[in-house]
């Protein structure tokens, strides 16, 4: 480092900044943050797996851009405590890796909307596994808990039962809080969208038994006959629902 600027340099590669451009520094070192990252050492594919995309936040970006592509902004509106820099990191380090795209890398900054690739879409399954295993440890949201249509959507995904669902035509509205989702079903085939659906064949609010009921540890008619969810349309509806939407009975995780 001297007055003209500072040079990082190894066998391989060397950088320089000028005095002019004091900010370039800081420029390089977040560009060399988002392309690097530690190794576990392991020839081992879930290994690389995890260094692609297990970063903190990494999996919550991905599921929300299995609901559809996204700026930014609309990513961190979903995910609002992830700081914008890190969020920008994020992006960067899974655009390295093939698992995200800019749609059109030549929009402005503000403007560019993410997506995930082929490669990246791959990982619906996995996800999907993973959120269906984390579920089952879900008691009362915590204060600092919050729920996004994307997550809804994607817990819908998770827990549908083509199977169940070979025989059903039929919308339903699901609400919790001031959010709105939907779900068509057709002959076992499942879609998913935020807000209303003009005639639906049932609008249900769980409140806070969904999870009980889609366990099998709540009997319909008992979820019913409480004060906590409220069907609008035919009643016997909410039975279908729960028959093609379930989460897996798995043991309960016991602390050491």
């Known amino acids: 480092m001297d007055r003209d600027g500072i040079s990082i340099s190894n066998d391989r590669f060397k950088l320089n900044t000028t005095g002019s451009e004091p900010g370039q520094l800081e420029t390089v070192i977040s560009e060399l943050q988002s392309v690097t990252r530690g190794t576990y050492g392991q020839y081992c594919g879930l290994s ?3 260094e692609m995309i297990g970063e903190r936040w990494g999996l ?3 599921r929300d851009l ?3 592509p996204k700026t930014v902004a609309q990513l961190h509106t979903g995910l609002p405590r992830i700081p914008t820099s890190l969020l920008a990191m994020r992006l960067k380090e899974l655009e390295f890796s093939g698992v995200v ?23 619906e399954d996995i996800l999907l596994a993973l959120g269906r295993w984390g579920a089952v440890t879900l008691g009362t949201p915590r204060p600092e808990d919050i729920i996004t249509p994307d997550s809804i959507m994607v817990a819908l995904r998770a827990t549908f039962l083509p199977e169940a669902a070979r ?4 919308g339903f509205e699901l609400h919790a809080g001031d959010i709105v989702v939907h779900a068509k079903v057709d002959h076992g085939k499942l879609e998913v969208n935020t807000g209303p659906l003009p ?8 409140g806070r038994l969904l999870k009980s009921l889609m366990m099998r540890d ?17 009643p016997g509806m909410l039975a279908t629902f729960i028959e093609m939407f379930q989460l897996p009975k798995l043991p309960n995780p016991v602390p050491a």
């Open 60 to 62: 919550l970006i991905i």
């Open 66 to 68: 299995l609901v559809n």
């Open 167 to 170: 025989d059903v035509d039929a």
């Open 48 to 50: 690389r797996a995890i």
């Open 199 to 206: 005639g639906a064949d049932a609008i249900i609010k769980p």
């Open 101 to 123: 795209r800019r749609s059109d890398p030549s929009a402005a900054a503000d403007a560019q909307t993410y997506e995930l690739t082929e490669y990246g879409r791959v990982l």
């Open 218 to 234: 709540m009997l319909v008619h008992e979820a019913l006959d409480s004060e906590d969810v409220e069907i609008i349309g035919d």
